[in-house]
Structure formats: C-alpha cells, structure tokens
C-alpha cells in the first residue's frame, strides 16, 4: 500500500512563487519516475515536469525557466518550485510517481490528491 500526500498550493499574486511538495509512504522498494501534471477547468490534465531517479529533468515548454522540479530520495519527496508565475499557470496540480512495492521489480502509477494552485491577474 502507497499513501501520497502533496502540499504547497494557495493563492498567489500574477509574478509570484508557491512550492509543492509530495511525500510518498508506505512499502515502498523504489521510485524510478517523479513528475507534476496539471489539470485547468475545461482542459485535460498535462504533464508539466518530470525527473528520474538519477535526476534527468524533463519540463513542458510553458513552464521552462520558470519551474524547477527537484527530489529528496531518501524521503521519497518531490517537489515543484514555482516562480514567475501566471494566471495560466492556474491548475489542479497532481504529483506522480512510479513505485515499485515489491523486489520482483514491477512498477505501478500512483498519484497524489491534487492541490489548487490559483494565480490572480
């Protein structure tokens, strides 16, 4: 069993800064994958940054210099800092991660509950 908490979200002024984090707990053997997805009103939810195990970080152009996705393995943490941010950016985020929880080394999906995320105009 897989338990995922994120935090981090609020309301933020157009140009401001927010920093999500998601901790996962639980039996966990390893995490390969860590990312961000986001979902507007009206839109499909899109992937917004990704990273591996061995910190290979990968963003959507929107968000390139602006986003940093960064992890703390032995914690089993990700995390999203923000900057410069713009009504656009206005989203339910979800963290992701794969996770294997057994030594037979097969991976599943596991998401986060989402956090709100609104930057005024």
């Known amino acids: 069993q897989v338990h995922m908490v994120e935090s981090g979200g609020g309301l933020v002024e157009n140009g401001g800064s927010l920093r999500l984090s998601c901790a996962a707990s639980?039996?966990?053997?390893?995490?390969?994958?860590m990312g961000w997805h986001r979902q507007a009103p009206g839109k499909q939810r899109e992937l917004v940054a990704t990273?591996?195990?061995?910190?290979?970080?990968k963003y959507t152009n929107s968000v390139k210099g602006r986003f940093t996705i960064s992890t703390e393995l032995a914690k089993n943490t990700v995390y999203l800092q923000m900057n410069s941010l713009k009504p656009e950016d206005t989203a339910v985020y979800y963290c992701t991660m794969l996770i294997s929880t057994s030594t037979e080394g097969s991976f599943s999906r596991y998401w986060g509950q989402g956090t709100q995320v609104t930057v005024s105009s």
């Open positions: 990273t591996t195990n061995d910190g290979d970080p």
């Open positions: 639980g039996d966990i053997v390893s995490i390969t994958v």
